[in-house]
């Protein structure tokens, strides 16, 4: 109950296609999604993230969208970049958990040119 | 967000030895998290340190292991003891953002090579 499943597991986009990754989930007592970005040699850098009082959250080429009811959550890089190219992480919180992130399995991107 | 550093970035160490991996942070944060990212796979939470008291282990990993100091509200370690060859991982430190409730910020890493 505690797992948050990510798919796909790798992803190829081409330069201005719209990237989508899903995430679900099961744990209802979840109540903060964020989304990491990683490159490989780097720490994982918080991109977005959205509570599930609301239906969707936009920054710039980034959204997330959220369906409370299926229990998923789906980040969309929207004109998706060479330099978007990167491993993506769903995550998801309990805030009545001490501050326990529970990751997908991530999925890598390749934006070709 | 906090500026976190690690030290050191990355190391390889014989089997049966100790690392002491070191998390500094810019400013004081109450929550500070370490993290375990296998090759190629996801992050798994070891601990969360807690200032002035012991760290709480997530299922799987002990303190005989892991051995973690808090010693303040800037500064972190966390020790891999007695290593082996299944220990390489990168380990992460993360903090608790300020400005918004349950925000976690990463540090750099630590990538541990055991032979």
């Known amino acids: 109950q505690q797992q948050v499943k990510q798919s796909p597991q790798s992803l190829i986009v081409q330069k201005g296609g719209i990237s989508i990754i899903n995430c679900a989930y099961e744990?209802?007592?979840?109540?903060?999604f964020p989304w990491y970005q990683q490159f490989p040699g780097k720490g994982p850098a918080l991109l977005i993230a959205?509570?599930?009082?609301?239906s969707e959250k936009k920054e710039g080429r980034f959204t997330i969208s959220f369906n409370k009811s299926a229990k998923q959550f789906s980040l969309h890089i929207m004109d998706s970049q060479p330099g978007d190219s990167a491993t993506y992480f769903c995550?998801?919180?309990?805030?009545?958990?001490?501050?326990?992130?529970?990751f997908g399995q991530g999925t890598t991107l390749q934006v070709k040119p | 967000s906090a500026v976190i550093s690690q030290k050191p970035s990355r190391d390889i160490c014989q089997r049966g030895t100790s690392l002491t991996i070191q998390c500094q942070v810019d400013s004081q944060v109450t929550m500070m998290f370490w993290y375990r990212q296998q090759p190629g796979q996801s992050l798994t939470l070891i601990a969360t340190?807690?200032?002035?008291?012991?760290?709480?282990?997530e299922s799987g990993f002990v303190i005989d292991k892991f051995p973690i100091s808090r010693p303040n509200l800037t500064f972190s370690t966390l020790t891999v003891s007695n290593m082996s060859p299944e220990d390489s991982s990168i380990y992460l430190c993360s903090v608790g953002g300020r400005a918004v409730y349950n925000e976690q910020f990463f540090g750099p890493g630590t990538r541990l090579t055991v032979l």
């Open positions: 340190a807690n200032q002035g008291s012991e760290a709480t282990y």
């Open positions: 744990n209802t007592a979840f109540d903060y």
């Open positions: 959205i509570r599930p009082d609301v």
């Open positions: 995550a998801a919180l309990n805030s009545g958990n001490t501050g326990k992130l529970i």
